[in-house]
């Protein structure tokens, strides 16, 4: 992937910037795990990372999508449990009541959180296998595109633990109760396809045509109205857990908000003169 010449790649001493891979291009904000030995376990430092990335790509006018996605044969392994508290694991030591639950709040959760509150519209592109929290954040995308050789595992079974990283949260809206149950309750590694059958992806893609698909998609949502779309993406993660008064007071106020943009005036007036809208974002 390039830089784009009106905002390059920034340069940084970080150790941590060569395990979280970034670049602006077209418009899109291209995050790229890349600890590819450890099949991409996330770290504190890769997390937060992370969360910055889509910090800033809420809040940086310029950027107007996001794709996530990996280096080698594996997208996420989920949070590297193996240093215990300072890499995402439980506590060491003596445990004070309290401690494992802050630990996944102010970790797997935030970063799910920052992929479900980012204004901008954000593409899993998963190359490998997801499991565990690397499952979850794929999900939490808006959109999801697999090469065919994905796996999806929520493998927390498997460890003895209760799902964490919003799992519970994200699954059954998703695909309902009772299939998340099943892939919770078993932990078996889900086929790319069998992710799509379910609804879990939107698209699968032999693996030499992952990046090109999700350039394609990311540079189409980077020409949309990215107001319109930030608040269409809000009204749908809001949608299931509210009522349809409060959910038809909000589409209304978003309606409100969107039509003072720039981009609901010209698709407006791109519908009345017959011609393409040109949309800025704005």
């Known amino acids: 992937m390039t830089s784009s010449p009106e905002k390059p790649a920034e340069k940084s001493a970080d150790p941590v910037d060569s395990l979280v891979l970034h670049a602006t291009d077209n418009h899109v904000s291209w995050i790229t795990l890349n600890r590819p030995e450890a099949l991409n376990a996330i770290t504190p430092d890769q997390r937060e990372r992370l969360i910055q990335h889509l910090s800033h790509a809420s809040s940086d006018p310029d950027v107007r999508a996001v794709v996530i996605t990996a280096t080698g044969r ?24 309290g401690d494992v639950a802050r630990v996944i709040r102010l ?19 998963v190359n490998g296998t997801a499991a565990g929290l690397g499952a979850h954040l794929a999900l939490a995308c808006d959109l999801v595109l697999a090469a065919d050789s994905a796996k999806f595992i929520e493998v927390f079974v498997r460890r003895g633990l209760v799902p964490d990283g919003g799992g519970a949260y994200l699954l059954p809206r998703l695909i309902g109760p009772q299939r998340a149950k099943e892939l919770m309750f078993f932990g078996d590694a889900l086929t790319a396809a069998d992710a799509a059958r379910l609804g879990l992806v939107n698209r699968v893609v032999p693996p030499d045509d992952l990046e090109k698909t999700a350039r394609d998609w990311a540079e189409r949502l980077a020409t949309g109205p990215t107001r319109a779309l930030t608040l269409t993406k809000q009204l749908v993660n809001a949608s299931l857990d509210t009522d349809r008064t409060t959910a038809f007071a909000a589409e209304a106020a978003a309606q409100e908000i969107n039509m003072t ?3 609901a005036n010209e698709g407006m007036a791109a519908f009345t003169e017959r ?5 800025r974002g704005r």
């Open 275 to 279: 011609r393409t809208p040109h949309y």
């Open 74 to 97: 594996g997208f996420c392994a989920g949070a590297d449990l193996r240093g215990g508290p300072s890499t995402g694991g439980p506590p060491a030591g003596e445990r004070v009541a």
């Open 107 to 125: 970790g797997a959760q935030r970063l799910i959180g920052a992929v479900l509150d980012c204004e901008k519209p954000v593409i899993a592109a």
């Open 261 to 263: 943009t720039t981009d």
